[in-house]
Structure formats: structure tokens, C-alpha cells
């Protein structure tokens, strides 16, 4: 399984981005899908996830400003992330399980930045 993210780039305080991760390649059954996000110096966080039931899953820190959604007919899972602040500036990584293993995209640059 393969995960292509897009999306990412330089945004304002405020402003707002969106990202898109799909997944491709001998896919059977994916149950979970999210975004982690790794700013530096710091360990890799979750920020969201989506089951393919549509139980949802938040960081405190992006609750009522991000909105994790998923097309499962297209497998891919997108981040609408609003309001954007200069703590949200990292590499987002998009992740899924399939079946069993656990698979990760190579990472997306978002910066929050005047």
C-alpha cells in the first residue's frame, strides 16, 4: 500500500490549507485512516482519525479547527485544517491500516508563518 499526501505549503496565521493523502496499491480493507504531524524537535503526534465506520478522532489542541473527512469509494482521507496557528507548522504525515499492518505517506510541509 502506498500513500501520496498534497496539500501542504506556507500559509498565514489564520488562514487555512487542506491535505489530501491517497491510498493505492493491493488494497483489500482499510480500516483506519489520519494524519500525524511532526514539527522540530518534537515526536510525532496524531492530530486525526477517520474509521471507515466514521468514528472520529482529535488532538485537543485542533478540536472545532480541523475536520478530518474520507472518500472510502476513492480511499483517500483528507484535512481541512482552519484558523491555522504558528504551533500547527510541521510535517503532516498521512497514515492507514490495512488489514493489519500499519502503513505511512513520506510527509507534507505545512508552515504557519507572516
Known amino acids: 500500500v502506498q500513500l501520496a499526501e498534497s496539500g501542504g505549503g506556507l500559509v498565514q496565521p489564520g488562514g487555512s490549507l487542506r491535505l489530501s493523502c491517497a491510498a493505492s496499491?493491493?488494497?483489500?480493507?482499510?480500516?483506519?485512516m489520519g494524519w500525524y504531524r511532526q514539527a522540530p524537535g518534537k515526536e510525532r503526534e496524531l492530530v486525526a482519525m477517520?474509521?471507515?465506520?466514521?468514528?472520529?478522532t482529535y488532538a485537543d489542541s485542533v478540536k472545532g479547527r480541523f475536520t478530518i473527512s474520507r472518500d472510502n469509494a476513492k480511499n483517500t482521507v483528507y484535512l481541512q485544517m482552519n484558523n491555522l496557528k504558528a504551533e500547527d507548522t510541521a510535517v503532516y504525515y498521512c497514515?492507514?491500516?490495512?488489514?493489519?499492518?500499519?502503513?505511512w505517506g513520506q510527509g507534507t510541509q505545512v508552515t504557519v508563518s507572516s
Open positions: 496499491g493491493g488494497i483489500f480493507s482499510i480500516l483506519i
Open positions: 477517520a474509521t471507515t465506520g466514521g468514528s472520529t
Open positions: 497514515n492507514c491500516l490495512h488489514m493489519t499492518a500499519w502503513y
